[in-house]
């Protein structure tokens, strides 16, 4: 196998009710699971992409949040709607989606 041109994070990380907010409890694991399973549906990017799950990736009001390298391409936030739209155009055809670019605060 050869190294992934390409590889999705997605931040699952859980913070205690109450405080701060956090990917996990807006249903990240939800967008992981349907990029997991876009990436099954096209073995011709098999040994091109990989899907992983991450912890914190900083945008916390703003997500849940998935960055792509190298490209360093950030998403927030992203639902499970989003994933067939993300799977089709950047996953596979490598052109990130413009309208979930995440914006960073100036």
Known sequence: MSRPERHF???ENVRPEGGKPSCGQRHS???LRALSEGLARHREV???VAVSSSG???PCFDGPTVVVYPEGVWYAPVSA???DELVREHLVHGRPVERLR???PE
């Open 29 to 31: 694991g939800e967008v």
């Open 81 to 83: 709607a989003d994933v």
């Open 102 to 104: 995440y914006q960073w």
């Open 9 to 11: 994070f997605v931040c």
């Open 56 to 58: 914190c990736l900083g």
């Open 46 to 48: 098999w040994d091109q």
